[in-house]
């Protein structure tokens, strides 16, 4: 059983940073892609970063390109989204999810989800 858990989630001032991790386990990943969207309350679930689990190949969403960075630990099975100059709009519940998919950017290619966690920038 799939299982992702994300922490590092927080509150934080404009222009700060804060990584996210996402610990998985439940199967190797192997030719899995794995990704990040975030939610705010009353928007669409939005495609931030996406990286193939064994090669490495990453995709960015326009909106956040220069300044989030995602990343994998193979040996820790983990997942990363290092986020700095942080704004008020990315106040937002983010979420780790795992596809079969080749570097998918749409939410419904991934089959597997994180439990969220909450960032919120104060300006």
């Known amino acids: 059983q799939v299982q992702l858990v994300e922490s590092g989630g927080g509150l934080v001032q404009a222009g700060e940073s804060l990584r996210l991790s996402c610990a998985a386990a439940g199967r190797t990943f192997s030719g899995f892609t794995m990704g990040w969207f975030r939610q705010a309350p009353g928007k669409e679930r939005e495609f931030l970063a996406a990286?193939?689990?064994?090669?490495?190949?990453?995709a960015y969403a326009d909106s956040v390109k220069g300044r989030f960075t995602i990343s994998r630990d193979i040996a820790k099975n983990t997942l990363y989204l290092q986020m700095n100059t942080l704004k008020p709009e990315d106040t937002a519940v983010y979420y780790c999810?795992?596809?079969?998919?080749?570097?998918?950017?749409?939410?419904?290619?991934?089959?597997?989800w994180g439990q969220g966690t909450q960032v919120t920038v104060s300006s």
């Open positions: 999810a795992a596809s079969v998919y080749i570097l998918t950017v749409a939410s419904g290619n991934y089959a597997y």
């Open positions: 990286v193939t689990w064994t090669g490495g190949r990453i």
